[in-house]
T-cell receptor
Framework: EAQVTQNPRYLITVTGKKLTVTCSQN?????MSWYRQDPGLGLRQIYY???????DKGDVPEGYKVSRKEKRNFPLILESPSPNQTSLYFC??????????????FGSGTRLTVV | RKEVEQDPGPFNVPEGATVAFNCTYS??????FFWYRQDCRKEPKLLMS???SGNEDGRFTAQLNRASQYISLLIRDSKLSDSATYLC????????????FGKGTRLHILP
């Protein structure tokens, strides 16, 4: 089944403890992206990647890191999580550039709470 | 002007009715446009891309008006299962993949 898989689905952690949210897609998609969704703010792009070893900042990159060493994986790293990073996170992938009309397929989400 | 703006709703519509949403965008260089639906606590799912000539998929019709910088979504013969939040999404037009989501319009179909 074609899908984007995120893990974990739920995570509660303490301030300052490094964590990684994994994302993997099995569709051989070129583009991958991370979003966070907060009440009243909607979905905001954190980072995106157009191919292996090519990443760029979205609208809210502060406090996050990403890497794209393989095409299928795009982990999101929080080096020192803070309570304002409590949010619902989505990973997504697209076959090609969205400017050509390709939409994103989203993972099921990771609900992160930082206390 | 916000980059992508939608009426948040909620729209409470009786089953079988026709409902339309609009979405405005600020960047005239925007290249591509989409409608997604999101059910409560679920991931967004692509409903349809929006093409310049307009496009239809069953009961759903999407239109793009570049001159006025808005896109629209029309749902005919609405079903209870159409209850969701509808997200307008715009690619900002560069050769990167920066896309902006609207905050969504909530739709409740009433039996």
């Amino acid at each position: 089944e074609a899908q984007v898989t995120q893990n974990p689905r739920y995570l509660i952690t303490v301030t300052g403890k490094k964590l990684t949210v994994t994302c993997s897609q099995n569709m051989n998609h070129e583009y991958m992206s991370w979003y966070r969704q907060d009440p009243g703010l909607g979905l905001r792009q954190i980072y995106y990647s157009m191919n292996v070893e090519v990443t760029d900042k979205g609208d809210v990159p502060e406090g996050y890191k990403v890497s794209r060493k393989e095409k299928r994986n795009f982990p999101l790293i929080l080096e020192s999580p803070s309570p304002n990073q409590t949010s619902l996170y989505f990973c997504a992938s697209s076959p090609l550039w969205t400017g050509q009309g390709y939409g994103y397929t989203f993972g099921s989400g990771t609900r992160l709470t930082v206390v | 002007r916000k980059e992508v703006e939608q009426d948040p709703g909620p729209f409470n519509v009786p089953e079988g009715a026709t409902v339309a949403f609009n979405c405005t965008y600020s960047n005239s260089a925007s290249q591509s446009f989409f409608w997604y639906r999101q059910d409560c606590r679920k991931e967004p799912k692509l409903l349809m891309s929006v093409y310049s000539s307009g496009n239809e998929d069953g009961r759903f019709t999407a239109q793009l008006n570049r001159a006025s910088q808005y896109i629209s979504l029309l749902i005919r013969d609405s079903k209870l299962s159409d209850s969701a939040t509808y997200l307008c999404v715009v690619n900002m037009g560069n050769r990167d993949d920066k896309i902006i989501f609207g905050k969504g319009t909530r739709l409740h179909i009433l039996p």
